[in-house]
């Protein structure tokens, strides 16, 4: 078998950051993003992201160790092409540190920050995109963890970022700070001394070779969790990982060549689930927003014919609930992708029927994306709405690049019984799992074992056609007498209710059930002439559900505290329904 | 850094076939594969493959050194998250010799031919499909080159068989045969002892556990190269090579979910350029038929409503050419991925006027399919009919998931000017290059360089917008009174002749001029009532083009020799011009 392995010409490491220059080639006159009055094409976008890329190694950021491109260090290694050299290559990483520059940004759907997601890592530089709603302290927190040297902020979010920098100890190491400007805001100039964003640009060179990695292990970005469950952790995607969740995403959602995307989802979220990457491959254009309500969204499906958008259930809910006056008509079908939770029925309905078509997948940050989506099955379309409901809102099947997903019993490591009913953890294996959490290798462990898995944290079931549907975050099972009962079927049946908006269920400590469930509910601003008392949602819920699940509390609230990215922050509820203390004595019912 | 790097969970083996299972958990009930008035569901597909691969594992063809799922030894080696595992993995693989047991086959487009892409490498032996067309000869070559210990042959393939094993030496070991049945054929049948495909499957276990690839780069097949130019070499490609290029295809050609795929290429043809992988990451149909004219091809397209069909040119010829009583309205487009030759502007305009869709690219055996592909730009819709045939004649850009396509100089190595002039070696880089040539590192040593290019030996332009064209295999460019010509240009000149219906020029030697252009040219039958003269068609190229590109030999023949894909065979029509000796003599021009 001598001479065949990996070889100089096919072990190259592959990134997604290639799809840039070849859209450029093909579509290079074609627009690649629009923004308020601004419009770039693909060729415009790629020299700007090599200026950016170019600067930034000017800057120091990237530090002096660049690697040309041709030949590029693990092919000339690769002489001999047999498995030998493929040892030698490894042997060669390990010779050398990885390079783990990162690059943080602080900015919303703005051009700048599309293009940072190629400029950055095409300096060598690791992309860590911060969630803009965190607050000042969190982000002080993410910028220390992360030794970030340099921030780019948007010009509306630098008073934000002189908050993170005062809350620096006096020791500690500051970044460089470079603003975004935005010629559609109204906000302070910067002085004309500091380095914006533009400026710095105009320093790079637009034929810039940009650094290839020298693996395809090579750390590509640093996402921050966004803590649904926990304090964030920082994973990290390598070029590899991120190149299989493009290409899945791009297959799983059959985006045909030269889409039209629109911008809902924040890129700060996960890389935007891998579509930055996505719409450069398909040379689709981007419509970047820096900010939207209903209104803002239908004005610009109509304006730019958008064909595609993501978004949580909170954006469809957005869609859904808008008044006539901000809905407009769809010139054809309009391709949205929801995840981060299950659709309700009653919006899935809703917006369906104003002609948009939902797909409903399921991933994490630590899979850079959708990892697992609801394939839909033909023979489903001539159910009835309600059952078609029920089956989009499970997660579904692994995407065509992952390699497995399971649900299995925790303390078995066995794959739960395809019942639909017995739960267990959800886990994964696939090229886009992360390659660990920054600086917590413990985590890591705990995370990504031995078995080959990523636990994912989630609690699942399998139904007998091998579609996985989530049950829970393991965090939010609520055990009551010893009864295992799932919070989301509980609010489910809350979001059926017509007077109910949202809804939340968390445990609340009792000291003789051990734990009982507490809903958070808000209600619908139609209902507040005759809104349901709470011995109503409790009925409403008696009636559909069997008695250990039934709410013993239940909470009204304005609006339930949220994530960036439209997750209610359970954690927050439980240490609410904690303080309230055991809510029922022993025997009282 | 610690703990970032491959990891249990990210660094399993990537694989084609683990597109079948998740097909047949999606689309379980729906058709796989038509053949005459056989049908397959997607899940009966599965179970047949993994009876096959049952059955393979049973018959000791993979040895005993069967991997178990879960976890699979690379995966329990990574217990520690970093580079260092990666490199103790690639140990491990060095230490253990590399599974090499190859089953061949030589069936056309039936049923088990499809089901051996997935059944054969899932019991861990590696395919080898052999060109049907190929002489008994060259046959037994290739079976002892790939000491095939087993062989599968179509019913009607059995008296080659048996004249191919003939010709083995009473010293070599005679591999077992299966024949695979055909209850459509009027054949006479298989002896009751004998083994048989469809008794096979029989012995095997639809449940069986498949046998996973240690390594992405386990070879998964061996090709024969078709021999255009030279004797045929075996082209070893890897799971991770098929996997990148099956994705590859699918997007290039923007596959939708579900297509209806006709087989009108040849599997045996570089394993169909991947499709029957690619059909099964679609979950589309496959329309298998053994053998095709016109009006098989348009009675297929209206039967099952196909709607993509892949072929060499001679096969929109066919469609182009057909008789009025064999064609039948199409109903809707029809794509058509075409390779291997540019399609002649007369053949694009005819088959794109009676409603189908062609998509021209280029690959070779050696990079599994398409690794080229003509990006079609929407401006260009609005050019002349002759300017969109020139367009789409040219080979293209490099598929997504290409690292890189260039045009070089094969003396300096340098990228040759993008001017569409001048000529160059065209050179890949990317995850779909062969491991390289069975038993031949000096051939794979001077496809593959250390420079990370592989040489495809096709000698070719860059235009201005950075697209490939082929101008001649190398072997084919005529070497004039100093001057290279490229022979295809002389070609495309002459296929513009009413009355030609191929054409195809080679070096004729010459004392004087070293060589000179001879044409091969094969007249249409239209052409029979008033067939042109040699000097007229030498007229018709002087009018066309600079003088020493006027062919000085011209030769009619009914019919040009080709490979089994529709290639003309220009090594024949070489040795033919050899033969005729010296053209011209000196001072006669």
């Given at each position: 078998m001598d001479g065949l392995g990996p070889n100089a010409a096919n072990s190259c490491p592959v990134t997604p950051l290639e799809f840039l220059e070849r859209t450029a080639t093909v579509y290079g006159d074609c627009p690649s993003l629009v923004y308020n009055r601004t419009a770039f094409t693909w060729s415009q976008t790629l020299r700007r992201c090599l200026r950016l890329a170019s600067a930034l190694s000017s800057l120091g950021i990237s530090p002096g160790d660049v690697v040309p491109l041709q030949p590029p260090p693990p092919v000339s290694i690769l002489r001999s092409v047999s498995l030998k050299s493929h040892l030698f290559c490894?042997?060669?990483?390990?010779?050398?540190?990885?390079?783990?520059?990162?690059?943080?940004?602080?900015?919303?759907?703005?051009?700048?920050?599309?293009?940072m997601h190629f400029g950055v890592p095409m300096s060598g530089a690791v992309l860590n995109t911060v969630n803009l709603r965190l607050d000042a302290r969190t982000i002080s927190i993410l910028l220390r963890h992360s030794a970030s040297k340099l921030v780019f902020?948007?010009?509306?979010?630098?008073?934000?970022?002189?908050?993170?920098?005062?809350?620096?100890?006096?020791?500690?190491?500051?970044?460089?700070?470079?603003?975004?400007?935005?010629?559609?805001?109204?906000?302070?100039?910067?002085?004309?001394?500091?380095?914006?964003?533009?400026?710095?640009?105009?320093?790079?060179?637009?034929?810039?070779?940009?650094?290839?990695?020298r693996s395809e292990w090579d750390p590509m970005v640093l996402n921050y969790t966004s803590g649904t469950t926990s304090a964030p952790k920082g994973v990290v995607h390598c070029h590899r990982g991120l190149f299989?969740?493009?290409?899945?995403?791009?297959?799983?959602?059959?985006?045909?060549?030269?889409?039209?995307?629109?911008?809902?989802?924040?890129?700060?979220?996960?890389?935007?689930?891998?579509?930055?990457?996505?719409?450069?491959?398909?040379?689709?254009?981007?419509?970047?927003?820096?900010?939207?309500?209903?209104?803002?969204?239908?004005?610009?499906?109509?304006?730019?014919?958008?064909?595609?958008?993501?978004?949580?259930?909170?954006?469809?809910?957005?869609?859904?609930?808008?008044?006539?006056?901000?809905?407009?008509?769809?010139?054809?079908?309009?391709?949205?992708?929801?995840?981060g939770a299950p659709p309700p029925a009653a919006v899935l309905h809703r917006t369906e029927a104003l002609g948009f078509a939902v797909s409903h997948g399921y991933g994490l940050t630590e899979t850079a994306g959708m990892a697992v989506s609801c394939a839909w099955k033909g023979q489903w379309d001539r159910l009835p709405a309600s059952e078609r409901a029920r089956l989009k809102a499970r997660q579904g099947v692994r995407c065509l690049a992952m390699t497995a997903a399971d649900v299995i019993d925790g303390e078995t490591g066995e794959s739960v019984k395809r019942d639909g009913n017995t739960m267990g953890e959800i886990v994964?294996?696939?090229?886009?799992?992360?390659?660990?959490?920054?600086?917590?290798?413990?985590?890591?462990?705990?995370?990504?074992?031995?078995?080959?898995?990523?636990?994912?944290?989630?609690?699942?079931?399998?139904?007998?056609?091998?579609?996985?549907?989530?049950?829970?975050?393991?965090?939010?099972?609520?055990?009551?007498?010893?009864?295992?009962?799932?919070?989301?079927?509980v609010e489910t049946i809350l979001y059926g209710h017509p007077a109910v908006n949202e809804a939340a269920v968390v445990a609340r400590p009792d000291e003789f059930w051990g734990e009982t469930p507490c809903a958070f509910v808000g209600l619908k601003e139609e209902a507040s002439a005759a809104p349901p008392t709470k011995s109503e949602v409790i009925a409403w819920c008696r009636e559909r559900m069997p008695h250990y699940m039934v709410p013993k509390t239940v909470v009204f609230r304005a609006e339930l505290p949220k994530t960036s990215t439209g997750k209610i922050q359970k954690y927050v509820l439980r240490e609410m329904a904690k303080e309230m203390g055991s809510a029922v004595r022993p025997g009282r019912m």
């Open positions: 490894c042997l060669s990483l390990l010779r050398d540190s990885i390079l783990f520059d990162p690059v943080s940004v602080l900015a919303p759907n703005v051009p700048a920050m599309y293009e902020v948007d010009v509306l979010s630098r008073p934000l970022l002189d908050d993170v920098l005062r809350l620096f100890p006096a020791s500690a190491e500051r970044p460089r700070v470079v603003t975004i400007e935005d010629p559609y805001e109204d906000a302070p100039p910067p002085q004309s001394s500091a380095l914006t964003y533009e400026k710095l640009l105009e320093t790079g060179d637009p034929e810039f070779r940009w650094v290839r990695p299989f969740i493009t290409i899945d995403s791009l297959i799983d959602w059959s985006v045909p060549r030269r889409p039209t995307y629109l911008w809902t989802l924040p890129m700060f979220h996960a890389n935007g689930w891998s579509y930055p990457w996505g719409i450069a491959a398909a040379g689709g254009v981007n419509v970047c927003l820096r900010r939207f309500d209903a209104a803002a969204i239908y004005a610009a499906i109509e304006t730019h014919r958008v064909t595609h958008m993501c978004g949580a259930p909170v954006v469809l809910n957005m869609l859904a609930n808008a008044p006539d006056s901000a809905r407009r008509p769809l010139h054809g079908p309009v391709q949205v992708l929801t995840a994964l294996r696939g090229a886009c799992v992360m390659l660990g959490y920054l600086k917590d290798p413990e985590a890591t462990a705990k995370a990504v074992r031995a078995d080959g898995w990523f636990y994912t944290g989630d609690v699942g079931v399998m139904h007998a056609d091998e579609y996985i549907e989530i049950k829970d975050r393991s965090k939010d099972v609520i055990i009551s007498g010893g009864e295992n009962l799932s919070s989301v079927e």
